[in-house]
C-alpha cells in the first residue's frame, strides 16, 4: 500500500529563516508525490507535485521540494519564511484504484513562523 | 478558468436529521470528483469518488452516501446523521483521463457539526 509520513506535528521557524518541512513516503513502484497547503477553515491548494524528471520541483509561492529517492523523502523547503506561510502542510502520495487515482495524505504539519 | 463550489459553508444538525451537501463544478468537462471528511483540522479521510455520472466509489463503510446526477455536480447525503458524522467535508475535482496523476482542486469546504 501507498503511504506518506510527516514525522513532525509541528515546526516552527523565524520569519526570514528557511524553512523545511518533512515527509517520507513508501511507495510499490513509481512515487508521484504532491504537496498542498491549508489556510484555517479553508479547502486545501496545491502547491508542486513530482511525477518525473528534476528531483528538485518548484511550486507556487516560492515554495520548492527536493525529491530523493534513496532516503524516500519528499521534504517541502522555502528560503526565507513568511508569516503568511504560517498553515497546515500535507503531503501526499498518488495510487490507483477502479480507472481513478487517489490521493492518499499524510496526517499534517503545522508550520508556525513567528515574527 | 475552474472552480469549485460547496454549500452551505456550515451546517449545524440535529442527531438522526439527513443531510445533503453539494458540490459544483465549473470550466471543466468529465472530471473526476472527489468527497473528503477532516476531523479535528488534520488528516483528510477519502470517503467516496466519482469518474463519471453514476458512478460512485466508496473507500469506506459509513452512514453516508453520494450520488452524480450530472458531469459536474457530486452530492453527499445522509438519511440520519450520527454525531461521529461531525467535521469539515471537502470535495475535489481532477482532470480525469487526460493523465493520471493529476494534481485535486479542492473546494472551499463545509463545516457540519451534528449536536
Known amino acids: 500500500a501507498q503511504s506518506v509520513a510527516q514525522p513532525e506535528d509541528q515546526v516552527n521557524v523565524a520569519e526570514g529563516n528557511p524553512l523545511t518541512v518533512k515527509c517520507t513516503y513508501s511507495v510499490s513502484g513509481n512515487p508521484y508525490l504532491f504537496w498542498y497547503v491549508q489556510y484555517p477553515n479553508r479547502g486545501l491548494q496545491f502547491l508542486l507535485k513530482?511525477?518525473?524528471?528534476?528531483?528538485l520541483v518548484k511550486g507556487s509561492y516560492g515554495f520548492e521540494a527536493e525529491f530523493n529517492k534513496s532516503q524516500t523523502s519528499f521534504h517541502l523547503k522555502k528560503p526565507s519564511a513568511l508569516v503568511s506561510d504560517s498553515a497546515l502542510y500535507f503531503c501526499a502520495v498518488i495510487h490507483s484504484g477502479a480507472g481513478s487515482y487517489q490521493l492518499t495524505f499524510g496526517k499534517g504539519t503545522k508550520l508556525s513562523v513567528i515574527p | 478558468s475552474q472552480t469549485i463550489h460547496q454549500w452551505p459553508a456550515t451546517l449545524v444538525q440535529p442527531v438522526g436529521s439527513p443531510l445533503s451537501l453539494e458540490c459544483t463544478v465549473e470550466?471543466?468537462?468529465?472530471?473526476?470528483l472527489y468527497w473528503y471528511r477532516q476531523a479535528a483540522g488534520r488528516g483528510l479521510q477519502l470517503l467516496f469518488y466519482?469518474?463519471?455520472?453514476?458512478?460512485i466509489s466508496s473507500e469506506v463503510p459509513q452512514n453516508l452516501s453520494a450520488s452524480r446526477p450530472q458531469d459536474r455536480q457530486f452530492i453527499l447525503s445522509s438519511k440520519k446523521l450520527l454525531l461521529s458524522d461531525s467535521g469539515f467535508y471537502l470535495c475535489?475535482?481532477?482532470?480525469?483521463?487526460?493523465?493520471?496523476?493529476?494534481?485535486?482542486?479542492f473546494g472551499p469546504g463545509t463545516r457540519l457539526t451534528v449536536l
Open positions: 513530482y511525477i518525473t524528471g528534476d528531483n
Open positions: 475535489a475535482w481532477a482532470k480525469g483521463k487526460a493523465s493520471s496523476y493529476n494534481e485535486q482542486f
Open positions: 466519482s469518474v463519471g455520472i453514476g458512478q
Open positions: 470550466g471543466t468537462s468529465n472530471p473526476n
